[in-house]
């Protein structure tokens, strides 16, 4: 094993920026897709015909860094395909790409996480019960 393995952590296709290049607008369809990418990682939740694959690495950093994991790639891939499966659109993001995408703000509410009064109130008993228990 070479060193360059034991201090990479990969996720999702390797040489996605490659696989990118191959694949021709207009001429590539899904069948190609899958041949030369493989299934997707996930489609879009409002158009089927959009697909999105991944290729991330990890790898080690610097002493100063203090070995934490340091992002090498993060690329994303986004296709889309007309009704009849032919490619229509091809975008490619890399790390500096991705880091210009300007996200909203808005913080979405999650109710289902809070707890109702009963709940909360028998977690409160049973801390009170076990808590010195330890």
């Known amino acids: ?52 694959y991944i290729e991330r690495i990890l790898t080690k950093g610097k002493y100063y860094k203090l070995g934490q994991n340091v992002i090498k790639t993060n690329n994303v891939m986004v296709l889309t395909f007309d009704k009849y499966g032919v490619l229509k659109a091809k975008d490619f993001y890399d790390k500096k790409r991705i880091a210009d995408i300007k996200f909203t703000k808005e913080i979405t509410e999650n109710n289902l996480s809070d707890k ?5 109130f028998l977690q409160s008993i049973r801390t009170k019960m076990y808590g010195g228990k330890r």
Not at 36 to 41: A, C, M, S, T
Not at 116 to 120: L, M, W
Request: proline letters at 2%; glycine letters at 4%; aromatic letters at 8%.
């Open 1 to 52: 094993m070479t060193n360059c393995q034991v201090n990479t952590k990969n996720h999702g296709i390797l040489f996605l920026e490659n696989r990118y290049n191959i694949l021709a607008v207009n001429e590539s369809n899904t069948n190609d897709v899958i041949k030369i990418v493989g299934n997707p990682h996930t489609k879009s939740i409002s158009d089927e015909n959009t697909w999105i």
């Open 116 to 120: 109702s009064f009963v709940e909360e």
